[in-house]
């Protein structure tokens, strides 16, 4: 193995990691490894001036591999690989400790953090000397767009990419786009009409000439990879249809929580206790009513029904409660003399405009009541004649720490959001990741909130998480921006970090073909062996820890790097000659 220049760099995060960490101690140990030319702390290594460091020392000091010990490489890995490649360096010649969160975020024993993160740069050390260069490859992209779901964000992303010339393939699994935002009747905090909004691009959408709309369509089957995927789409007349594409957006938004279950609310029992879906259809109707056609005087508004509640959606829905702020101005509007009560556990009124909404939401005469979501959910009974109203709530209010009855004629359930029933199939068609609430799952949270882990394939709006409707228009449009990039340059790199066979030692057992989660892997009849597509092959490793011969190689984690990791781990604390006994 030929001499290495190794430098590395240890990030002091701020505080997130030097409050825990003696950085400065860990930079003077690291310098004493072999073949470490280089051992400097810093800040921020992910800021400019930090990776400008990076630079530096690798052209004047002929570095050939780096490390650097700072976060997560979730965070900021291809943050410093597109460093090495500017300086002209192979970016897979670098190797990343995680001492924040492995280390500094987990431990409040400062010698013990201090010892773990020279433990860790070690491992990292050992390994980088294993690196090989590995290039990147670039696959041609066929411009047109699938995207699935005909909802608010569907259409707005692809009016983005059609806007721009480009063709779009639309698929929506009901008879009219428009998703849930179809449903409504004005939005907040503004009090908008939604139906004038929602006609107003549906129309745009259905005369843009670069857009072809299926309706009452899903995706049977999707094949390919980024720039070259083909899908099967059904129709509702039983035809078939073949579509070829290069990028995908999933945008199949979401659905509301069904709380027939909920036996305190009494949904279902009683005739005038309704969801907010079913209000705001009354709403569209323009008439504020019972089931008995008579105007209601005291009208309850629960909130959180079905959601940050351990029994069903721990998780908060995000738009019920300024939902519920819009509903209770519009009841006062037409019913100006009711009673308004709005029974909640918390008031998360976020967005802009949406805090102000509440304050003046909270002059109009409405009785906010506050409920312990946690350990005793309001109660929905029937009222006495002589209590003049239909029902009545038992509620522990907790402000007040009394116990209160709400008179109420008409009850309004804030029904939650949820994945949608077909979120698995859409999930497998795609190669997307889900979460363990059933919502697909983004590259990053922070840095790469539309893209997915499966190249060419993005998320956007309410299937990703509960929305309101201007984050899920900004996710429409991010995700259509990072399309129109790709079909702009005409091709896109890949990642390098893919499994190959080795066809002399292959047996042809096909075990590789059978575990693949990505179909990346055929069986060659003429030679009897296994092939890796390498532009679907997404590095995860299962072929090669299945592989029963050996044959397969997961590149940038070869048997080699890996037991040097391990290795450099353990020295730290024990010998080699302890190891081998053990």
């Known amino acids: ?7 590395v760099y240890i990030c002091w995060c701020g505080t997130n990691i030097a409050l825990m960490v003696d950085v400065e101690k860990v930079t003077r140990e690291m310098a004493k490894i072999p073949d470490v030319v280089i051992s400097r702390d810093y800040k921020y290594m992910c800021s400019d001036p930090g990776q400008d460091l990076i ?3 690798i052209k004047e000091n002929n570095l050939t591999r780096i490390v650097v010990a700072s976060c997560s490489p979730r965070m900021h890995e291809l943050t410093f690989r597109k460093a090495l490649k500017k300086a002209g360096l192979n970016p897979y010649y670098f190797e990343m400790a995680n001492i924040r969160e492995q280390d500094s975020w987990v431990h409040t024993d400062r010698h013990e953090a201090t010892k773990k993160a020279e433990a860790l740069i070690l491992a990292a050390i050992n390994r980088v000397r294993y690196h090989e260069a590995l290039d990147s490859r670039k696959v041609e992209i066929d411009p047109a767009t699938l995207i699935i779901g005909g909802g608010i964000t569907g259409i707005t992303a692809a009016l983005e990419i059609a806007g721009s010339g480009e063709k779009v393939y639309l698929i929506e699994q009901s008879d009219k786009l428009g998703g849930l935002a179809a449903g409504l009747d004005l939005t907040f905090p503004y009090l908008y009409s939604a139906v004038q909004m929602l006609r107003t691009l549906v129309r745009k959408v259905n005369t843009d000439p670069d857009i072809k709309i299926f309706l009452n369509s899903q995706v049977e089957e999707i094949k390919g990879y980024i720039g070259n995927f083909e899908a099967q789409i059904s129709s509702a007349e039983g035809k078939e249809t073949k579509l070829k594409f290069g990028n995908i957006i999933v945008a199949t938004g979401l659905k509301t929580f069904d709380p027939s279950g909920m036996e305190n609310y009494g ?11 079913e209000f705001e259809k009354m709403l569209q109707d323009g008439l504020i009513q019972k089931k008995n ?10 909130h959180c029904v ?8 721990e998780y908060c829905s995000r738009i019920c409660c300024s939902t519920a702020l819009k509903f209770a101005n519009q009841v006062r509007s037409q019913l100006p003399k009711a009673n308004i009560f709005e029974l909640y556990a918390d008031m998360r009124a976020f967005g802009k405009g949406c805090e102000e909404f509440y304050a003046s939401t909270s002059r109009k005469n409405i009785k906010f009541l506050m409920f ?10 029937e009222s006495e004649k002589s209590d003049r109203c239909d029902m009545l709530i038992e509620l522990n209010e907790k402000l007040s720490g009394k116990a209160v009855l709400v008179p109420a ?6 029904v939650g959001l949820e994945a949608r029933q077909d979120v698995k199939h859409v999930a497998h068609a795609t190669g997307l990741s889900i979460c363990g609430n059933q919502f697909y799952i983004e590259k990053h949270p922070k840095l790469d909130p539309v893209a997915t882990t499966t190249y060419g394939v993005f998320i956007a709006g309410a299937c990703q998480a509960p929305k309101d409707i201007p984050e899920s228009v900004s996710q429409a449009k991010a995700a259509a921006a990072r399309i129109l990039s790709t079909i702009a340059r005409g091709s896109v790199e890949v990642e390098a970090t893919t499994s190959c066979v080795n066809e002399e030692i292959c047996c042809g057992c096909q075990t590789c073909i059978r575990i693949c989660p990505y179909s990346a892997i055929s069986f060659l009849e003429d030679k009897k062996v296994s092939f ?8 995860c490793g299962t072929c090669g820890s299945g592989c029963p011969t050996g044959a397969i190689k997961c590149k940038h984690f070869t048997d080699v790097q890996i037991f040097s990791e391990i290795e450099g781990l353990l020295n730290m604390s024990y010998s080699m000659e302890e190891i081998k006994e053990a």
């Not at 056609?293 to 629960?302: F, L, S, V, W």
């Open 1 to 7: 193995m030929e001499d290495k220049r190794i430098g």
């Open 55 to 57: 630079i530096k020392d």
């Open 267 to 277: 949904y279902g029992k009683f005739p005038d206790v309704i969801t907010s879906t």
């Open 293 to 302: 056609g008579t105007e209601p005087e005291n009208i309850a508004i629960i």
């Open 306 to 313: 079905g959601s940050r509640n351990k029994n069903y959606h």
């Open 372 to 381: 312990d979501q946690e350990n005793e959910l309001p109660r929905v009974m």
């Open 409 to 414: 004629d008409l009850i309004i359930l804030m």
């Open 532 to 539: 890796v597509n390498e532009i679907l092959c997404k590095g």
